[in-house]
């Protein structure tokens, strides 16, 4: 099968837009500064948590994690079972604040959570809140979870 001119004149042009396409998005959106991108992730945690999606938060966690004796394979296993009947979750961050240490290696986020949810279709809406805070490592070029530390607060009324 030959391509004609036209037909790799329209490749090479969509192969161009897509090209540019993404090199704009790239611009677009510059590489966040450690601490930005650790607060990022943070505030995508708490929302996976309340979505139950265990695989995601799975991959920001740190493969030595380990949290109230449960490793991180045993939390995960946890999260996906406790979270499966969750319906109507939200989560909320505020005060949240991030300090990059060791050049950039580490970081610790702390603030307030508060997370919502029902366990099923028609049980009371169940509200969690506390003080939370979460030690990162950059690791292969990412930031993941290392230690994880928690208060609670009186639950609000």
Same mark, same amino acid.
């Given at each position: 099968?030959?391509?004609?001119?036209?037909?790799?004149?329209?490749?090479?042009?969509?192969?161009? %837009?897509?090209?540019?396409?993404?090199?704009?998005?790239?611009?677009?959106r510059p590489k966040l500064s450690d601490r930005d991108q650790?607060?990022?992730?943070?505030?995508?945690?708490? +929302?996976?948590?309340?979505?139950?999606?265990?695989?995601?938060?799975?991959?920001?966690?740190?493969?030595?994690?380990?949290?109230?004796?449960?490793?991180?394979?045993?939390?995960?296993?946890?999260?996906?079972?406790?979270?499966?009947?969750?319906?109507?979750?939200?989560?909320?961050? +505020?005060?949240?604040?991030? %300090?990059v240490t060791d050049s950039g290696a580490s970081a610790t +986020?702390?603030?307030?959570?508060? @997370?919502?949810?029902?366990? =099923?279709?028609?049980?009371?809406?169940?509200?969690?809140?506390?003080?939370?805070?979460?030690?990162?490592?950059?690791? =292969?070029?990412?930031?993941?979870?290392?230690?994880?530390?928690?208060?609670? @607060?009186?639950?609000?009324?």
């Amino acid at each position: 099968m030959q391509i004609g001119t036209r037909e790799l004149v329209i490749g090479v042009a969509i192969a161009g %837009v897509v090209a540019g396409g993404f090199t704009l998005r790239r611009c677009m959106r510059p590489k966040l500064s450690d601490r930005d991108q650790v607060a990022a992730d943070t505030r995508t945690l708490a +929302s996976e948590i309340v979505r139950g999606r265990a695989s995601k938060v799975g991959a920001r966690l740190a493969p030595e994690l380990t949290w109230r004796g449960m490793p991180r394979d045993e939390l995960i296993d946890n999260l996906r079972a406790g979270t499966f009947f969750w319906r109507d979750g939200s989560a909320r961050l +505020s005060r949240l604040e991030v %300090v990059v240490t060791d050049s950039g290696a580490s970081a610790t +986020s702390t603030g307030d959570y508060l @997370l919502r949810f029902r366990r =099923s279709g028609d049980a009371p809406l169940e509200t969690h809140g506390g003080l939370f805070e979460l030690g990162w490592q950059k690791q =292969s070029g990412r930031w993941r979870v290392t230690r994880v530390d928690r208060i609670e @607060l009186p639950r609000p009324n």
